[in-house]
């Protein structure tokens, strides 16, 4: 059994959780760990000099649980996946040409060294301010953001955590331009593991 690792990182509201989830329908044998699926409780996550909540921070998030989850998918893809309620598409001539895809996808994937270290193949979604802002006070979470946080906090918080990153996406192109170019490289990396001997 082989497998690969991929990586979606970038912008909050770049399309991240989008095209991974496209991506996951796409390719047999893969499934998602969800960065914000880690985001500590509300009273754990500090206040800033200004007031913001840190979000946009590691430590905003449990890493080590999410470094867990990922050594799961590592140990026993096959298991992990019947776990998501996913099943297993076996479509190679024998268990040592398939192949696995973990798709880990979140704004700050890159920024934490030991899960960074993981990824076979990254991918950093962008979108420029005003259609961040847009996108984003679209959204509800929880909790809301106060008045000013994209501005203020959110925004160059990003700014400072991109300057650590590698191939970016352009996240104002459609969803299906997005996902035909990063599926077509996914299923070249793929054709390349399975060529590889066991
Ligand atoms: N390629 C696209 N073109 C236009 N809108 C898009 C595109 N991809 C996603 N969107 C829209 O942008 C919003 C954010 O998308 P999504 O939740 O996938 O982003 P995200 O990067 O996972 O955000 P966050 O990290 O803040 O959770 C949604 O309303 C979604 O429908
Ligand atoms: N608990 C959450 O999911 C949560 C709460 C408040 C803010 N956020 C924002 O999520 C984005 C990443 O997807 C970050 O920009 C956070 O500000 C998430």
Redesign the pocket.
Known sequence: MKTLIVGIG??????????ANSLQEQIPNSCIIAQ?SYFKDDCDVPVDSSGFKQYDILDALHMQTMIRDVDLWRRDPESFLRQQGLKPQLIAPSINKEVFVLIV???LIFNHRPLNELFDKKYF?EIPYDACKR??S??AYMPPDPPGYFSAYVWPMYLKNREEMEIFLD?????EE?LAAVYEDICQEIERLRGKSA
């Open positions: 970038g912008v909050t509201n770049g399309g991240k959780t989008t095209l914000d996808e979140g704004f979604m996108r984003r679209s959204r996240g104002l192109k459609t969803k997005l």
